[in-house]
Nanobody, 127 residues
Framework: QLQLVESGGGLVQPGGSLRLSCVAS????????ITWFRQAPGKEREGISCITRTGALTNYADSVKGRFTISRDNAKNTVYLQMNSLKPEDTGVYYCAARYASMLSLCVLSGTDFGSWGQGTQVTVSS
């Protein structure tokens, strides 16, 4: 069974940092692009960062560019999202999703062909 499990969320003060992890089981992550999504209370889910299969290319939403960094360790079947300079508007449930793609495909921040989703991890930025 294909599974993604996120962890690393929590309560942090504005300006603080968190590192989220997305661990895959049941399949090898290196055949998939990974996108991090978040859903704030009362808002639609948005894609915020993605990474290609090898990690050579990444993409970020404008709202997190320069503050968040996505990376992956295929040997550990894990993708990370390092979040720095957190703001209250970063509060939400963060999900990772896997999309099977060719080696040369660019990653995407939206779409309907994500085959696996995690259950989400809550991030709350508040003083």
């Amino acid at each position: 069974q294909l599974q993604l499990v996120e962890s690393g969320g929590g309560l942090v003060q504005p300006g603080g940092s968190l590192r989220l992890s997305c661990v895959a089981s049941g399949f090898t992550l290196d055949s998939h692009q990974i996108t991090w999504f978040r859903q704030a209370p009362g808002k639609e889910r948005e894609g915020i960062s993605c990474i290609t299969r090898t990690g050579a290319l990444t993409n970020y939403a404008d709202s997190v560019k320069g503050r968040f960094t996505i990376s992956r360790d295929n040997a550990k079947n894990t993708v990370y999202l390092q979040m720095n300079s957190l703001k209250p508007e970063d509060t939400g449930v963060y999900y990772c999703a896997a999309r099977y793609a060719s080696m040369l495909s660019l990653c995407v921040l939206s779409g309907t062909d994500f085959g696996s989703w995690g259950q989400g991890t809550q991030v709350t930025v508040s003083s």
